[in-house]
């Protein structure tokens, strides 16, 4: 979700893992001159997910990465199914009060651009937890330090690997 830590533990991780980083949101941004934030308030989520599921699949084809997503690409059906094929994928949860103490104050996500941001967190969260909860690890990313999160992801991707051996 937004304000989970996708964009900053990815970037932590891939520096731990020694693997490049990157955010499908910069991947926008390079590919539309536009912030991705302001790409989906202008053309609507729709063609927000069109360009984002075309944008990730030509990272899944490029080299082993560490991608962050934005939030909803897992909700998409096409983009989902890219993921499920060729990554592995990390569901980073945290509580909604964390996630809208982590986004307040920021005007770069439309979808909280609203009188009730809060309220829509959890709308989504409930909305997305179904599409969430199929990702191949969950780690929390509640009240930790960032650097706790990377180490648990690395220990559940050591496991997980070893397990599909
Ligand atoms: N584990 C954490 N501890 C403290 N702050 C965090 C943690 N994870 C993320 N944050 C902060 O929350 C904000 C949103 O993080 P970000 O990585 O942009 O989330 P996402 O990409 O999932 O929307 C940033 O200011 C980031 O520094
Ligand atoms: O959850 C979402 O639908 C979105 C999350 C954002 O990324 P972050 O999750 O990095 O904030 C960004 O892709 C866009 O504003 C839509
Ligand atoms: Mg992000």
Redesign the pocket.
């Known amino acids: 979700?937004?304000?989970?830590g996708?964009?900053t533990v990815g970037r932590r991780l891939a520096k731990r893992l020694e693997l490049d980083f990157i955010?499908?949101?910069d991947a926008?941004e390079q590919a539309c001159g536009l912030p991705?934030?302001e790409v989906?308030a202008r053309y609507g989520?729709k063609d927000?997910r069109d360009g984002?599921r075309r944008i990730i699949a030509r990272l899944l084809d490029d080299h082993r990465q560490v991608i962050?997503?934005?939030?909803?690409?897992f909700?998409d059906e096409g983009t989902r199914s890219l993921l499920k094929d060729k990554a592995v994928t990390i569901w980073l949860d945290a509580p909604i009060e964390i996630l809208a103490e982590r986004?307040s104050g920021r005007d770069?996500?439309?979808?909280l651009n609203n009188d009730d941001p809060r309220g829509t967190l959890e709308r989504?969260m409930e909305a997305r937890r179904p599409f969430y909860s199929q990702a191949d690890i969950r780690v929390r990313s509640g009240n930790v330090p960032h650097r706790d999160v990377v180490e648990w992801i690395v220990s559940a991707l050591e496991d997980y690997l070893q397990r599909r051996v």
């Open positions: 979700m937004m304000g989970a996708k964009s955010d499908s949101d926008i991705a934030g989906f989520e927000f984002e962050a997503t934005g939030g909803g690409a909700a986004t770069t996500r439309p979808l989504l």
